[in-house]
């Protein structure tokens, strides 16, 4: 069996938190887990492991930027999905830029 793809969503909004695991639901390959904390090394503690992929609103992530930072740079593999939710953009910061225009466009992220 293959290794499921671990991805947490920080967000404090349990709407688009819940939005977002929603749209992932279908994706047997994906472990998806919740965290309403944004500090991103207490929410992967809490979570007990590692995640492949962190997604989180733009807003908590510029409040606590030198703390991610840190944490990206010792975790190199990691991707960080940092939604903009008042452009309606998604960016992704692994060291390429992607367009999400579309439901479909999200999803293949993964």
């Not at 309606?88 to 999200?106: A, G, L």
């Amino acid at each position: 069996m293959a290794q499921k793809t671990k991805i947490l969503v920080l967000e404090s909004d349990n709407l688009l938190a819940a939005s977002i695991m929603n749209l992932m639901a279908s994706r047997t390959e994906l472990d998806v887990s919740h965290s309403t904390v944004t500090s991103l090394a207490n929410a992967v503690e809490a979570n007990g492991s590692e995640p492949d992929v962190v997604i989180i609103e733009e807003a908590h992530m510029l409040a606590n930027m030198p703390a991610f930072v840190f944490y990206v740079n010792r975790h190199p593999n990691l991707r960080l999905i940092v939604m903009g939710v008042d452009e309606n953009k998604v960016h992704i910061f692994d060291k390429q830029m992607v367009e999400v225009t579309q439901v479909s466009d999200f999803l293949e992220l993964f």
